[in-house]
């Protein structure tokens, strides 16, 4: 499909779990409230898959000039391909932000949703417990290819 109808970011979603770093890139990402985030993720996602309520993860909203984090994100799975290797990043607890994103967020799991007629996808609702941002950078579009 080749409609963009609305300006879609890369967020790149985080956590150490059980000793092993998990991320992904997902740009089905809203606004829900001043503190609460929604995001979208794939049932491909085996990070998807290891969220639970109550997970602390990092949320890092990629600025212009970090495509390559959004690619390397983007590709192979968590179980199988080291995400973060060669990616300057931050551990605060078990979340995990991306050094020099435009914003970085350290949220709590609150649901986790199943939405009827989507596949297995999961609608991801995070209360936002902390944030940083950096306004002199612009974000990266998910349609920078």
Not at 25 to 54: F, P
Not at 56 to 71: P, T
Request: proline share 1%; with cysteine; charged share 25%.
């Amino acid at each position: 499909m080749s409609l963009h109808a609305f300006n879609a970011g890369c967020n790149i979603v985080a956590i150490r779990k059980n000793g092993h770093d998990y991320g992904m890139c997902c740009a089905w990402a809203q606004m829900l409230d001043y503190d609460r985030i929604g995001m979208l993720i794939g049932a491909q996602s085996v990070t998807g898959m290891v969220l639970e309520k109550g997970d602390v993860v990092g949320v890092s909203s990629l600025a212009e000039g970090q495509e390559r984090i959004a690619n390397q994100l983007g590709e192979g799975h968590s179980d199988r391909v080291a995400k973060f290797a060669g990616i300057p990043h931050t551990l605060a607890g078990t979340a995990i932000l991306v050094d020099g994103a435009r914003v970085r967020m350290i949220c709590e799991v609150f649901d986790i949703m199943r939405l009827s007629g989507i596949e297995s996808d999961r609608f991801v609702v995070m209360t936002v417990k902390k944030h940083e941002t950096d306004a002199k950078k612009r974000f990266l579009s998910a349609y920078f290819e």
